[in-house]
């Protein structure tokens, strides 16, 4: 299961409008990565919608290729490097075909594509999207064209997304950018810059036309949702100095979740991704008040031992990580928890191992994002200390960390055989032309019979049986919600 995951994460998605806008020129987006970069991509579509380009799914069709870009492990960046490879050898057959690079690798990478390699006529980080027009118009005079400064203020929330490859049911909806906690592994704040809030009515805005055009769930999104704080402008650590009257408005995530709770009673709502050192028990409680606020946490916890969270610089101890594990179960029973987890980082013993299988097990996490170490260049790890855990090594825990997933998903499956729960259609199962394919409020994706629902509906479904990873249903009553 875990393997099938990291390989639809890394795995390339043209993205397609769902509408066609009228303009003369053609642009084919390949994004790679994280949720941030496909809500970026829906930005970049937006931006340049004005610019005269429709997006389309067909590469014979291009004008412009831009390949939205992750620098979170190697193995994305040698996939998106492949990808590079290919529309380079099509640009020697189509002259007039220009290539991009959007988001971390650009902003990482920027000097080998434009003058080393020589792959690209375009390099942009994930600030800079504002810019294409001008670095278009470079393009098109014969020059290369860059821009990866990171911003201190940009959020994007003047800009309203094109909705790329759409189910026209879920869209995420970025709240912050950027992130300033500095873990030894983690190239995000080197591409994405420091933590900056997006003003609430941007947000609010952005929800109600997604609303109006009768999507039914939405994703917060940030590279760490519960910093979220809203008081004026400027970044976080600028908070101490703002005034009185800002800190008493201020707004911040709990507070944001509610607003959005209130707002859109019939809107389904996630959130990704928490940080544990900054989630707080107001925001558990907000989720437990709301009806409307889905039932899953993404909590990322990257190893059981706290020698190596220490080396890790992450804030946070695994007691202090199972207390609010503990906390959220108690205010919200049926929550699903899910994790990530790095295998073999630096020094890593096989003591610290077993404390992660260990805390694997004791927690019984609904699903997981499990990943060998891949030193990242530029990073305090990468800097400091020596890659020693030899790849064989490597591999094995991760295999083992997997396999005691696998087993806690199934436990966390089983557990919802027998109970009714509400569940929003999002497409066909990929198994059966019979059925649908929707998620419940824990994150799971449900299976069953068609019968007279539609895509966008919500349905009481009785879950009879499961795998490790789907449950299977029934259904059994239609809500209001699910009235269109």
């Known amino acids: 299961m875990a393997e099938k995951i990291i390989d639809e994460a890394l795995q390339g998605q043209s993205l397609v409008l769902d509408k066609t806008l009228g303009n003369n020129r053609k642009l084919y987006i390949e994004s790679y990565g994280c949720a941030m970069n496909f809500s970026d991509s829906e930005i970049v579509a937006s931006i340049l919608a004005k610019e005269g380009f429709d997006t389309t799914q067909e590469l014979e069709e291009a004008d412009l290729v831009l390949v939205n870009t992750c620098s979170i492990r190697e193995k994305a960046e040698l996939t998106v490097r492949k990808r590079l490879q290919k529309f380079n050898a099509i640009k020697k057959t189509r002259p007039h075909l220009k290539v991009g690079v959007l988001g971390c690798m650009a902003e990482r990478l920027k000097s080998k594509f434009l003058e080393e390699e020589k792959i690209v006529d375009m390099v942009v980080g994930p600030d800079a999207y504002k810019d294409l027009p001008n670095l278009i118009q470079e393009i098109d005079q014969g020059r290369d064209a860059v821009n990866v400064i990171l911003s201190k203020e940009e959020t994007y929330g003047d800009i309203s997304p094109v909705r790329l490859n759409t189910n026209g049911v879920s869209a995420f909806v970025s709240i912050t950018r950027g992130c300033d906690n500095m873990c030894t592994f983690c190239v995000v704040p080197f591409t994405r810059g420091r933590e900056r809030s997006r003003e609430p009515h941007s947000i609010l805005q952005e929800i109600q036309d997604l609303s109006d055009k009768n999507f039914k769930e939405i994703t917060l999104l940030g590279q760490n949702v519960d910093s979220y704080l809203w008081y ?253």
């Open 232 to 484: 004026g402008g400027g970044l976080k650590k600028e908070f101490v100095n703002a005034t009185e009257m800002q800190k008493a408005t201020a707004v911040n995530f709990s507070s944001l979740l509610e607003m959005v709770a209130k707002a859109f009673p019939k809107m389904r709502i996630r959130f990704s991704t928490s940080n544990p050192q900054d989630m707080t028990l107001d925001v558990i409680k907000t989720m437990a008040k709301f009806d409307n606020i889905c039932n899953h946490i993404h909590l990322p916890v990257q190893s059981g031992s706290n020698r190596i969270l220490k080396e890790m610089n992450r804030l946070h101890t695994i007691e202090e990580y199972l207390t609010l594990i503990e906390n959220i179960r108690k205010i919200i029973p049926d929550c699903a928890i899910s994790q990530d987890m790095i295998a073999g980082f630096p020094t890593e013993t096989e003591e610290d191992h077993q404390a992660t299988l260990e805390v694997l097990r004791k927690v019984k996490y609904d699903f997981g994002y499990m990943y060998a170490y891949s030193e990242r260049p530029g990073t305090m790890a990468g800097r400091k200390l020596e890659d020693d855990v030899p790849e064989a090594t490597k591999k094995r825990r991760l295999a083992e960390i997997i396999a005691v997933q696998r087993e806690s998903g199934h436990f966390r499956t089983k557990q919802h055989v027998g109970k009714i729960e509400e569940v929003l259609i999002e497409g066909h199962s990929k198994k059966s032309d019979a059925d649908w394919m929707g998620r419940n409020s824990q994150n799971a994706v449900v299976v069953f019979p068609k019968g007279s629902y539609t895509v966008g509906d919500f349905v009481q479904v009785e879950i009879i049986d499961c795998t490790s990873a789907t449950l299977l249903g029934r259904p059994v009553l239609r809500t209001p919600k699910g009235e269109l």
